[in-house]
Nanobody
Framework: QLQLVESGGGLVQPGGSLRLSCVASGNTLDYYAISWFRQAPGKEREGVSCISTNGRTTNYTRSVKGRFTISRDNAKNTVFLQMNSLKPGDAAVYYC???????????????????WGKGSLVIVSS
């Protein structure tokens, strides 16, 4: 059973940076596409970014394009979300999620993710 644990959240001033990590255990991440979601208080959960199993396909929601970068290190069973130029609107609990794509190495998605971490809180405030 794949387990995911997020880390790297915290308090940062507007304009600052954080790097979130999503570490997997229980299985290799090699055949899993990974997505990052976030949920702010009173708002629906939204997909932020995703990356395919081979790392060559990435996707970003429009509000974070040019500021966030998703990457993966399969040797370390870890996916990262580098967040730069953070805004108060980026504050949320960030979750990573995984979906198996053993035969589709270029696909990532925000739909029907079966494996989830428990989240990491990001606060953007001066």
């Amino acid at each position: 059973q794949l387990q995911l644990v997020e880390s790297g959240g915290g308090l940062v001033q507007p304009g600052g940076s954080l790097r979130l990590s999503c570490v997997a255990s229980g299985n290799t991440l090699d055949y899993y596409a990974i997505s990052w979601f976030r949920q702010a208080p009173g708002k629906e959960r939204e997909g932020v970014s995703c990356i395919s199993t081979n790392g060559r396909t990435t996707n970003y929601t429009r509000s974070v394009k040019g500021r966030f970068t998703i990457s993966r290190d399969n040797a370390k069973n870890t996916v990262f979300l580098q967040m730069n130029s953070l805004k108060p609107g980026d504050a949320a609990v960030y979750y990573c999620a995984a979906k198996s794509y053993p035969y589709s190495r270029h696909v990532c998605t925000y739909n029907a993710m079966p494996y989830w971490g428990k989240g990491s809180l990001v606060i953007v405030s001066s």
